[in-house]
């Protein structure tokens, strides 16, 4: 469903949404990058509004509708097969504009045109996310500057994604600070009290073929019965390979709504995190209980990415410099892996072997994100990185450690950036170990921490210059955190 009418897809299997809404003649989204990186694709999807327990027949429970912004470009359209989607032509027409598309064009924020559907959709779904509040503040977040927060309850990062190289941002911004809450009569807004749709148990074959299984079990046979099979939840790497390298494969099977890899489950010694849950939706349901995530999340990617990237996917590409494993090793995390004879549990720490390698045997998938607890009290998270958000990192670092009477009593240092694969630091963890929590012992062990890995000269960043962020991100931890407050706040 595309702004309310009804469109049978056919295949190609690989083609994406944008493609297909394109075809049907919306031209308002376009393609920028094929990549995720500009926004320009962006359209509106109806999801969940919360994280809600699945029930083992994969229908959804009973929740609200959250509209939320998508990268068009990177979703295969069969994974839509059953959906609910609106671009920037479902919003307003030029007789009548949307409350986005009006404050827009009256305070100047389009130019060529060219990203402006982007921004709409992506500011759309803002203006329409059920919490937005004048009181709101950026949650758990004090790194962020208040000042990205409108006076409205605008979080001015659900643009983080779209990118605009000719109005400039502030006209953008001023638009969407003046915008009020949707009104009643709203159709989009009534539309958030029904729930969404629920995902079609799609198998086309057409030029391939893309698969939505019922349950794990029947994924895992798939995958057991066809080798070639690629799994895909958010598709955000998956969708670039397939724009850009033109990668095709003969079965895809999509794992993005199995009930069994969608559920966040507190015990008592642990979280679990489920390996197809967004990132989006993972920050909404911690509710602030995991502060290292907290600084994670809004520095991972942008709002569009999140909105459907998994650390499930994150984890299983293998990449040294994915965000989420260095924070997860701080954590001291733990994968569950399924197959078709049964399920293992193996540390992070043992999980990568090599450069995109790990010890995930043909026809297993993660299913379980576990991180124990309790948590060690003080956590941090550096990301050193060309821009301040929506960028690849140099180099990631994660830290949680607890200090007893100033003594380090616990430490673990999680790195990305430095080696072929994300690594725990073992070296700079024996440097501080039992040591007191001094600048003389902080900068002994920096020096330690600079040496780990085997850092790699790229456009990103020079090896010399890797090395050097290592080091001195232990020295701003410590200063961060020198003097009584060593909770794991910012400050």
């Not at 297909?20 to 920028?32: D, M, V």
């Not at 969404?196 to 079990?217: A, E, F, K, Q, Y």
């Not at 099977?253 to 995190?273: A, G, K, N, S, V």
């Not at 078709?340 to 540390?347: H, L, W």
Request: proline content about 7%.
């Amino acid at each position: 469903m595309i702004n309310g009418r009804s469109y049978e897809f056919t295949g190609p299997a690989y083609a994406s949404a944008l493609d297909f809404i394109r075809g049907r003649g919306l031209t308002g989204a376009k393609e920028g990058c094929a990549e995720g990186e500009c926004g320009a694709c962006a359209v509106l999807v109806a999801r969940p509004a919360a994280i809600a327990d699945q029930p083992t027949d994969g229908r959804r429970n009973q929740l609200p509708t959250r509209w939320t912004a998508v990268n068009s470009c990177l979703i295969p359209a069969a994974a839509l097969d059953g959906q609910e989607v609106i671009t920037a032509e479902g919003l307003g027409t030029p007789e009548a504009l949307h409350p986005v598309q009006h404050e827009l064009a009256l305070r100047g924020g389009s130019q060529c045109g060219y990203c402006t559907p982007g921004f709409v959709c992506s500011m759309a779904a803002e203006y329409y996310r059920p919490d937005r509040a004048p009181d709101d503040t950026v949650p758990n977040n004090a790194d962020l500057d208040p000042a990205e927060h409108g006076p409205n309850g605008f979080d001015l990062h659900a643009l983080s994604g779209n990118l605009c190289r000719c109005t400039g941002y502030r006209p953008i911004r001023d638009a969407a600070y003046a915008l009020d809450r949707p009104a009643e009569t709203d159709p989009l807004a009534r539309r958030r009290h029904a729930s969404p749709p629920t995902m079609i148990n799609t198998d086309l074959r057409d030029s391939g073929r893309i698969v939505r299984p019922r349950s794990l079990d029947a994924a895992l046979q798939l995958l057991a019965d066809e080798p070639d099979a690629v799994a895909v939840a958010g598709c955000t790497d998956w969708g670039v390979d397939v724009n850009l390298k033109g990668v095709r494969a003969p079965l895809v099977i999509m794992i993005d709504q199995l009930p069994e890899l969608r559920r966040l489950t507190w015990y008592e010694d642990r979280l679990e995190l489920g390996a197809s849950l967004t990132l989006s939706e993972i920050e909404g349901g911690l509710h602030g209980r995991i502060p290292l995530l907290d600084k994670l999340i809004p520095q991972f990617a942008s709002r569009l990415i999140r909105n459907t990237a998994t650390f499930g996917g994150n984890l299983g590409t293998g990449s040294p410099i994915g965000d989420a494993a260095p924070v997860l090793l701080a954590l001291d995390a733990e994968l569950v892996l399924a197959g078709i004879d049964g399920e293992r549990t193996v540390p992070l720490a043992g999980y990568f072997t090599g450069y995109r390698t790990s010890v995930r045997r043909p026809g297993e998938l993660i299913k379980i994100i576990r991180i124990p607890l309790p948590l060690l009290p003080l956590t941090a998270f550096h990301k050193i990185a060309k821009r301040r958000f929506d960028d690849i990192s140099s180099v990631a670092v994660g830290y949680a450690l607890a200090i007893t009477e100033d003594l380090i009593s616990e430490i673990r240092i999680g790195v990305g950036g430095v080696a072929a694969t994300p690594i725990r630091a073992e070296g700079a963890e024996s440097a501080l170990i039992g040591r007191r929590w001094t600048e003389q012992t902080i900068n002994e062990a920096a020096g330690v921490l600079a040496s780990t890995g085997t850092p790699l000269d790229d456009h990103r960043a020079s090896a010399p210059y890797r090395s050097a962020m290592l080091g001195r991100s232990l020295q701003r931890l410590y200063f961060d955190h020198r003097g009584p407050d060593r909770s794991g706040g910012s400050r």
